[in-house]
């Protein structure tokens, strides 16, 4: 690619600045999700272009970027994200989450605690949490306008009565400043705690279906759950194989054909931190 | 173990040297030059521009190229491009009653002024492949009409609007929207409609209209006419205050008269169903004419019972670049929330045989 023939950061100004109004008006109104005009990306639609949009209106050239998937610096698409925005914003990259300013994730949030300061960008597919108990788009706005969730406490409710136990285990709703229920984005249910009143800027794109949504610093977001049924955040009982994390998300690595298993943390760097520092499994 | 997981910046490298190197094929054969797809492979070209909003034949064909003939994939790369180009104006709407006529068929009557231009289509062609082709020998010259066309040549509509018989589209004199501007909400107007029908998949305009004509919201349609040429585009700069013409482009239009049998507030008459398109693309005019009639069901009081005339189902699902990366990031990992799946299955398979542990012992 020819960078010079693009503006910083690839989006021209007039967008990022268009992106950056709809961002104010998303940490105005936690949880709210706000329309934008999502552009053409050159990635595919689906695979972050709607971080890649709040990342490039949001982005400095001081800022110091970390991109990850499931967790990790490696997986290719936070490679390839990664690779964009050195291209076409010369920032500086880093795999540590401390030193980042700026954090795209797919799927995650990182283990180490967040900062005042550090801003999150989520990549969503589908900012609707009501889009599985009712289709259309226009009837949520409603039902999020007047705060009807209903429907959707009707489906926690039918899993208790039917698997005894809420069957969600990634994407898991959560209330938002007592107002707006919100989709977190495909992390597991294991994160959403990662959230509630975090530091940290939490921004949220979905480039394919022209949404923006945020949680300020210091905001409740609490998982929906039942007085009796509390919200229970999961992960495997085990040990990371590598640096011996009981307290992490572990991935589940496949061993041979006979079902033989390890666990590893999910978050790399998390995990090679911790192996820096002398720990083994 | 580790390393067998994780994607890696060399594999990554490595792969788009593979892909370049089966973009390029053997090497012994020449590389296809940009000009050729451009004037060989023209209705690859004209889907290009159409799929990715821009009309610029070199640059559809440049990505016609790069994506090997893949041409969702060329109109997604093509956007790519597009949605880093300044805007500094609008045109002025095209007139197509001012086309220069290539082709234009009326389905509706047998005669009308300017007459049925056939023109070039393939709708008269047997479809036997044409083994000449294979030795790239040269096709005879084509003949020339021994007059010109008239000048005038009225839309075969122009006459039913006459008589009242047809919708008028009056200009409410708003500035229509723009679908890459803002984003798409439902209730949309007409314009946003069309706007997001233009850029559309083919294959979805056409089976969605398809699926009307098979009882799946019926419209009664009828092909008033497709007209296919060049048509000036205009600006008015700011600094001179009037019209000047920057360039041609070719279009083709399609409008279908559909029978309507009028409402409380409308007397029985004919709708219309619009279509028009980048370049010379019949199929995908006549597809997005009758979409856009089906669509319009709720403005005319119909009931809204087919997929086609569902505005939030044609619309959000019709983009192609949208609907093949959403389809295709499925390719990537989800291994957390397949993790966190797994923990849920394997929890709920435990809770359920030691239900039936108990169960078992009680009724023992």
């Given at each position: 690619m020819n960078t010079t023939s693009y503006t910083f950061a690839y989006l021209d100004e007039q967008t990022k600045r268009e992106i950056r109004r709809a961002l104010l008006k998303a940490l105005a109104i936690p949880g709210h999700q706000v329309p934008f005009a999502s552009r053409e990306m050159p990635l595919a639609r689906g695979w972050g272009t709607g971080g890649m949009q709040v990342t490039a209106a949001v982005i400095g050239r001081n800022d110091v970027l970390k991109v990850i998937d499931q967790g990790a610096d490696d997986t290719t698409n936070a490679v390839s994200i990664r690779q964009f925005f050195s291209r076409v914003a010369g920032v500086r990259t880093t795999t540590r989450t401390e030193e980042a300013t700026l954090i795209q994730t797919r799927h995650r949030i990182p283990e180490t605690p967040l900062r005042p300061g550090q801003i999150m960008v989520y990549q969503v597919?589908?900012?609707?949490?009501?889009w599985r108990l009712e289709p259309s788009r226009a009837e949520t706005r409603r039902l999020h306008a007047l705060a009807e969730y209903g429907i959707m406490h009707v489906k926690l409710y039918e899993d208790i009565a039917q698997?005894?136990?809420?069957?969600?285990?990634?994407d898991y709703p959560v209330l938002v400043h007592g107002r707006y229920v919100m989709?977190?984005?495909?992390?597991?249910?294991?994160?959403?705690?990662?959230?509630?009143?975090?530091p940290a800027i939490h921004l949220f794109g979905a480039g394919r279906e022209k949404r923006i949504y945020a949680v300020p610093p210091y905001t409740d977001v609490i998982s929906l759950a039942f007085e009796d049924h509390p919200f229970r955040p999961w992960k495997a009982e085990a040990a990371c194989?590598?640096?011996?994390?009981?307290?992490s998300y572990l991935d589940e690595i496949l061993?041979?054909?006979?079902?033989t298993r390890r666990y590893i943390c999910s978050d790399t760097d998390w995990c090679e931190r911790r192996r820096t520092r002398g720990k083994t499994a | 173990m580790y390393v067998a997981v994780k994607g890696g910046e060399a594999a990554i490298e490595a792969s788009r040297a593979l892909l370049a190197a089966s973009r390029r094929g053997d090497r012994t054969l020449p590389q296809i030059e940009v000009a050729q797809i451009e004037q060989q492979l023209g209705l690859a070209v004209d889907r290009v521009m159409g799929e990715a909003s821009l009309y610029d034949r070199e640059l559809a064909a440049l990505a016609i190229k790069q994506a090997q003939g893949d041409l969702q994939e060329a109109a997604f790369l093509l956007r790519a491009f597009r949605t880093t180009l300044p805007r500094f104006g609008a045109s002025l709407p095209i007139d197509t009653a001012r086309m220069t006529i290539a082709r234009r068929i009326s389905a509706i009557y047998k005669d009308l002024p300017g007459g049925q231009v056939l023109g070039?289509?393939?709708?008269?062609?047997?479809?036997?492949?044409?083994?000449?082709l294979i030795t790239n020998e040269e096709p005879p010259c084509a003949p020339s009409a021994e007059a010109p066309l008239d000048a005038d040549m009225p839309r075969a509509t122009a006459a039913l609007e006459a008589e009242g018989l047809l919708t008028s589209e009056p200009d409410d004199g708003r500035t229509p929207p723009d679908l890459t501007r803002e984003p798409l909400m439902f209730p949309a107007s007409r314009a946003v409609r069309l706007q997001a029908l233009a850029r559309g998949d083919e294959g979805f305009l056409l089976a969605m209209g398809y699926s009307t004509q098979r009882g799946?919201?019926?419209?009664?349609?009828?092909?008033?006419e497709i007209r296919y040429g060049t048509v000036a585009v205009e600006i008015v700069p700011e600094e001179l205050g009037f019209p000047i013409e920057i360039g041609d482009i070719t279009v083709t239009e399609c409008q279908m008269v559909n029978q309507f049998k009028g409402s409380k507030t409308e007397p029985p008459q004919f709708t219309r169903g619009y279509g028009l398109v980048f370049g010379h693309a019949e199929r995908r005019a006549m597809g997005m004419a009758l979409v856009d009639r089906a669509l319009q069901a709720r403005e005319l009081g119909e009931?809204?019972?087919a997929p086609a005339q569902d505005e939030e189902f044609v619309l959000s699902h019709a983009d192609h670049v949208e609907a093949s990366g959403f389809v295709q990031?499925?390719?990537?990992?989800h291994y957390v929330d397949f993790q966190s799946e797994l923990e849920l299955i394997r929890s709920l398979r435990a809770e359920a045989a030691a239900r039936a542990e108990t169960a078992l012992k009680a009724a023992e």
């Open positions: 597919p589908q900012p609707e949490p009501l698997h005894g136990r809420i069957t969600l285990a990634y989709a977190p984005s495909p992390i597991p249910a294991f994160d959403n705690p990662k959230l509630h009143r975090s194989a590598l640096c011996g994390s009981t307290e061993i041979d054909d006979r079902g | 070039p289509t393939v709708d008269y062609t047997h479809r036997l492949l044409d083994f000449s799946y919201g019926s419209t009664h349609p009828f092909a008033a009931d809204v019972v990031h499925l390719k990537l990992p």
